[in-house]
């Protein structure tokens, strides 16, 4: 049974920091892209972050670039999300997903990812 498994999430004051972690049973996903949405309530799913499957390449959204980092580790079979300069608008249920037809990591889409973790709740005060 495939599972991504995402924990790290909690409760930071506008400008901290969170490291979201997902880890990956059931199969090895070294050779899937990964990736990074979010959703707060009342809006729709967004990207985040994605990694290609080699690690080499990186995506990230305008409102998190400079701030967040996604990165992988082949050995764990895990991806991770350090956000960095948290703000209120970052407040939101995170999921981490995986898509072997987004190898490269550059799909932004998420109805191209074919596992998905059950989410993580990151909550900023300000």
């Known amino acids: 049974q495939v599972q991504l498994v995402e924990s790290g999430g909690g409760l930071v004051q506008a400008g901290g920091s969170l490291r979201l972690s997902c880890a990956a049973s059931?199969?090895?996903?070294?050779?899937?892209?990964m990736g990074w949405f979010r959703q707060a309530p009342g809006k729709e799913r967004e990207f985040v972050a994605s990694?290609?499957?080699?690690?080499?390449?990186?995506y990230y959204a305008d409102s998190v670039d400079g701030r967040f980092t996604i990165s992988r580790d082949h050995a764990k079979n895990s991806v991770y999300l350090q956000m960095n300069s948290l703000k209120p608008e970052d407040t939101a249920v995170y999921y981490c997903?995986?898509?072997?037809?987004?190898?490269?990591?550059?799909?932004?889409?998420?109805?191209?990812?074919?596992?998905w973790g059950q989410g993580t709740q990151v909550t900023v005060s300000s």
């Open positions: 997903a995986a898509g072997l037809d987004v190898s490269d990591g550059a799909s932004t889409v998420g109805g191209e990812y074919d596992y």
């Open positions: 059931g199969r090895t996903f070294s050779r899937y892209g």
């Open positions: 990694i290609m499957w080699s690690g080499s390449n990186t």
